[in-house]
């Protein structure tokens, strides 16, 4: 498999082999002919970064390519790829979303979306699917911190038999780890701070799908300006050329993690859909190529022994965000799932005694040293 968003496939590339950073903000052309035309979007030429940059646009056909879908828009941030995804005109009726979702994206629903007279509606992917009046149905899988795998074929029938779109918010397992497209979802959207970017320095987001849906996406980004900016753009378009490598060989090294995780004294659960026990590895086996390099697993003993393991960690960095090449460990009751009420982590499965893994690339013999010299004895 050649690297995402690299050109010369059937021939030698020729020209720059690294997208091209163009930081001006206007363009200067020889007429107001060529000057209308352009701005019509008649003739091809850059207008005005707002609208699309070079950059942006690299990282756009990367991303497109990854996802096997028509096309992609980018956004400064994944937060404000889902405001993108929720208030473009994509027709008319509620917005059903997942009840396990980021956090972020749930306070965007409920104190915002509201507000514009966008309707919201919760239900539970794992259960019975009714989505009569809906427009847009948006799940996320794997899902936070329980690595729960939706099953999107399942979803997605149920709201195209309601006369709905299915989007689905797929960061914590990209391309080609899963293609939600191919498995009947309508749109992709990732945070492509984590495994996109990759490398934890870069912030942004992004929407794939088809053109028509596409359209009113991107409108919506013209009229309230939240496009990628070109610095940025330029280096999550770079990190794309080795996302299917990174993506693998982190997955890999989470599934060794969990398999040594699994039974160790001290451990009372391990969540990875790359377990014969978790309750979704059926599904994940499916419609993932790998599961993931996302796990997360429980200490005996509830959140005070877990910060005493947590505190102990020497190599994995203690951290919020996920995807990057460097391994981080966050404890959801202290992050994630801070203002969720107890009583209601406790019925999501989500224990007090509960560690967060993103596992990165270094080598698994120095992770598994780690968490076992961190661990009771
Ligand atoms: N979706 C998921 C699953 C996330 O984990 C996050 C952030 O952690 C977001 C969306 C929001 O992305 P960003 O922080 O890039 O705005």
Redesign the pocket.
């Given at each position: 498999m050649r690297p995402y968003g690299c050109r010369g496939d059937a021939a030698p590339p020729l020209g720059p082999l690294a997208p091209t950073l163009v930081r001006a903000t206007t363009f200067a052309h020889g007429s107001a002919e060529a000057l209308r035309a352009v701005g019509a979007g008649e003739r091809d030429g850059e207008f005005y970064p707002r609208y699309g940059h070079p950059a942006a646009r690299a990282f756009e056909s990367a991303v497109a390519e990854a996802e096997g879908v028509d096309g992609a828009v980018s956004f400064a941030?994944?937060?404000a790829a889902?405001h993108a995804l929720f208030c473009a005109p994509l027709g008319d009726g509620l917005v059903a979303v997942a009840r396990d979702v980021?956090g972020?994206?749930t306070a965007l629903l409920e104190k915002d979306l509201p507000r514009f007279g966008i309707r919201v509606v919760r239900f539970d992917p794992f259960g019975t699917l009714d989505f009569k009046g809906a427009r847009l149905v948006h799940i996320?899988t794997p899902t936070?911190p329980l690595c729960r795998v939706v099953d999107v074929a399942r979803v997605a029938k149920a709201a195209h038999a309601a006369g709905a779109l299915l989007s689905v918010?797929a960061?914590?397992a990209p391309p080609p780890l899963q293609r939600v497209c191919s498995l009947g979802a309508d749109i992709v959207m990732h945070?492509a701070?984590?495994y996109m970017g990759g490398h934890s320095d870069a912030?942004?987001?992004v929407v794939g799908g088809r053109h028509e849906h596409l359209q009113a996406i991107e409108g919506f980004r013209r009229r309230t300006g939240g496009i990628l900016g070109p610095d940025t753009a330029w280096l999550v378009a770079r990190s794309m050329k080795t996302l299917a490598l990174r993506a693998r060989q982190q997955s890999e090294t989470a599934g060794r993690l969990a398999r040594f995780l699994a039974g160790r004294k001290g451990v009372a659960a391990v969540h990875y859909p790359g377990l014969l026990g978790h309750p979704d590895h059926a599904v994940a086996r499916r419609q993932m190529e790998m599961p993931g390099a996302m796990l997360a697993f429980e200490v005996e003993g509830g959140l005070a022994a877990a910060v005493r393991v947590y505190d102990r960690f020497r190599v994995i960095g203690r951290a919020v965000?996920?995807g990057g090449v460097e391994t981080i460990a966050s404890l959801p009751v202290h992050t994630s799932h801070a203002m969720v009420p107890a009583a209601d982590r406790a019925r999501m499965g989500v224990a007090d005694g509960l560690i967060r893994l993103s596992v990165g690339l270094e080598p698994f013999e120095t992770l598994a040293g780690d968490l076992q010299q961190a661990l009771p004895t």
């Open positions: 941030s994944g937060m889902l980021y972020g994206t996320e936070n918010d960061t914590f945070s701070t984590k912030i942004g987001g965000s996920l």
